[in-house]
T-cell receptor, first 117, second 114 residues
Framework: GNSVTQMEGPVTLSEEAFLTINCTYT??????LFWYVQYPGEGLQLLLK?????DKGSNKGFEATYRKETTSFHLEKGSVQVSDSAVYFC????????????????FGKGTKLSVIP | EAGVVQSPRYKIIEKKQPVAFWCNPI?????LYWYLQNLGQGPELLIR????????DSQLPKDRFSAERLKGVDSTLKIQPAELGDSAVYLC????????????FGPGTRLTVL
């Protein structure tokens, strides 16, 4: 079956530090990949997505590139801010770019990021 | 555009009591999902609706959980009777069928069973 593995947290960084959160996946076919963010007390928000190999998703200074050869979708940001403190979830859907596959999202366990001033 | 609305945001009940959660998806979204999120874990799908039809309820514990989506818009998830292990956050999400499954989540209902 499908699975997503994220790096263990929590991650604590100083403001303006570089962020990488690793995510690898196992899936059949050509999944779509997502990063969701959950701020304290709020629901999950889609941060970025990529629907096919070599696509780069980006939003709010965050980036992730869909690497089929390494089955990875690592999240990066060049300079984090205190407001980025949240839990980040990597997820996949095996409903990919072709339109085939199911609609189930499979999530990783989440990585808690704390950014200190 | 309004997002996914859920109520209540918090619910505390005693074990063996019934509880219900309500969700109103984004207008026009025909697919609705209920997820369970345990502390420190990612969400896990309970049930998925396309319009008013439950097309995937394989992970819904049917002995105590039930759900409905009358008229293909709002949805209600019910637990009866609640157990201590049901304490979690219940998330509702919606999406448009035919897209690359970009799901939009509500804020969730945090259930505490005492």
């Amino acid at each position: 079956g499908n699975s997503v593995t994220q790096m263990e947290g929590p991650v604590t960084l100083s403001e303006e530090a570089f962020l990488t959160i690793n995510c690898t996946y196992t899936a059949t076919g050509y999944p779509s990949l997502f990063w969701y963010v959950q701020y304290p007390g709020e629901g999950l928000q889609l941060l970025l997505k990529a629907t096919k190999a070599d696509d780069k998703g980006s939003n709010k200074g965050f980036e992730a590139t869909y690497r089929k050869e390494t089955t990875s979708f690592h999240l990066e940001k060049g300079s984090v801010q205190v407001s980025d403190s949240a839990v980040y979830f990597c997820a996949l859907s095996d409903r990919g770019y072709s339109g085939a596959g199911s609609y189930q999202l499979t999530f990783g366990k989440g990585t808690k990021l704390s950014v200190i001033p | 555009e309004a997002g996914v609305v859920q109520s209540p945001r918090y619910k505390i009940i005693e074990k063996k009591q019934p509880v219900a959660f309500w969700c109103n998806p984004i207008s026009g979204h025909n697919t609705l999902y209920w997820y369970l999120q345990n502390l420190g874990q990612g969400p896990e799908l309970l049930i998925r609706y396309e319009n008013e039809e439950a097309v995937d309820d394989s992970q819904l514990p049917k002995d105590r959980f039930s759900a409905e989506r009358l008229k293909g818009v709002d949805s209600t998830l019910k637990i009866q009777p609640a157990e201590l292990g049901d304490s979690a956050v219940y998330l509702c999400a919606s999406s448009l069928v035919g897209t690359v499954n970009e799901q939009f989540f509500g804020p969730g209902t945090r259930l505490t069973v005492l």
